[in-house]
């Protein structure tokens, strides 16, 4: 899934929205992100099967779908992966028992993440880097332990948490494969504009002095 040299763009559901506007927004912006994580505490499965289908049905690829917790409706409806946290199952139980999904992991720390690249997970969201209203009173842990991330742990870093446009330059220069927005996106009032902003954003080119080309 993030073997590809290119810098990713991974979009995250809010949890404050109807299903419809979720499906309607993921159409529009679809061609601007390379996953899509559903991470909808409250709905059921029979919820989550419904919106897996109606996003397809909106064009929507499921190599680009990933659902927070639910491997065995990740693993149902055939989308490309699986996203854990700390209150979900082992990695290493679902990796064994869903072999077929890509499995990423939150972490917060490098021990975090070295314990997830031991279990098998194939990509792994770190942060918060900056501070974020998902989050308050949390204080973001900065770009410095990403790069400490990024240069020990063999596995493709997602950022998250605070990423605006503005900031996207400093995580490319730290070495991560791309960022992950939830609000920035979702909750914007042109959520198209605002993905083609990420996404134009993440894709500048930056020589080997970190320097924007």
Request: charged share 25%; hydrophobic share 35%; aromatic share 6%.
């Amino acid at each position: 899934m993030e073997t590809e040299k290119r810098r990713r763009l991974h979009v995250i559901s809010t949890g404050q929205q109807s299903r419809e506007e979720l499906v309607e927004i993921s159409k529009a912006i679809h061609p601007y992100f390379d996953m899509l994580h559903i991470r909808e505490k409250s709905w059921t499965g029979a919820e989550l099967i419904k919106t897996v289908d109606e996003l397809t049905a909106a064009g929507v690829p499921l190599r680009k779908l990933c659902i927070n917790d639910r491997a065995d409706i990740a693993c149902m409806k055939h989308v490309r992966g699986v996203h854990l946290g700390h209150h979900s199952a082992p990695v290493c139980l679902v990796k064994e028992r869903f072999p077929s999904l890509k499995i990423g992991s939150s972490v917060h720390s490098i021990e975090e993440a070295q314990w997830a690249y031991d279990q098998g997970a194939d990509f792994l969201l770190y942060g918060n880097v900056y501070e974020t209203t998902s989050k308050p009173g949390k204080e973001g842990r900065g770009t410095v332990d990403l790069e400490d991330i990024v240069s020990n742990i063999p596995l493709p870093i997602i950022a998250i948490g605070g990423i605006t446009p503005e900031r996207v330059e400093d995580i490319v220069r730290s070495g991560a494969k791309g960022i992950a927005v939830l609000s920035g996106i979702f909750l914007s009032e042109n959520p198209l504009e605002a993905a083609r902003t990420y996404y134009k954003a993440i894709h500048k080119e930056v020589n080997q002095l970190g320097e924007t080309i």
